[in-house]
Nanobody
Framework: VQLVESGGGLVQAGGSLRLSCAAS????????MGWFRQAPGKEREVVAA????????SYSDSVKGRFTISRDNAKNTVYLQMNSLKPDDTAVYYC?????????????????WGQGTQVTVSS
């Protein structure tokens, strides 16, 4: 399984970015997807997750109301729409795939990871 993120970049505070993550290989038909981020000197944290059907989502408190996770299973792609960005959102963002139909919002033990995409928010 390969995960490739795109859409990162430099944006001013208050701006928006949309990250995409395309999955390929033997993903199976039902899997959970998540977005994580890691800022310099900090641990990797879960940002958002979405169930295989897209019907259930979860968000960290720090992004709730500003970020939206979604997926298009026909394209094997998951998205993270990020609005009202803040300098504290600056980090490398990773998408991850968990090969299970069971949705666990706070799970960190994902099976596959992308290479990451840099998001930088200037003040």
């Amino acid at each position: 399984v390969q995960l490739v993120e795109s859409g990162g970049g430099l944006v001013q505070a208050g701006g928006s970015l949309r990250l995409s993550c395309a999955a390929s290989g033997r993903t199976g038909s039902r899997y959970t997807m998540g977005w994580f981020r890691q800022a310099p000197g900090k641990e990797r944290e879960v940002v958002a997750a979405i169930s295989w059907s897209g019907g259930t989502t979860s968000y960290s408190d720090s992004v709730k109301g500003r970020f939206t996770i979604s997926r298009d299973n026909a394209k094997n792609t998951v998205y993270l729409q990020m609005n009202s960005l803040k300098p504290d959102d600056t980090a490398v963002y990773y998408c991850a795939l968990k090969a299970t139909v069971i949705f666990i919002p706070a799970a960190r033990d994902y099976d596959y990871w992308g290479q990451g995409t840099q998001v930088t928010v200037s003040s």
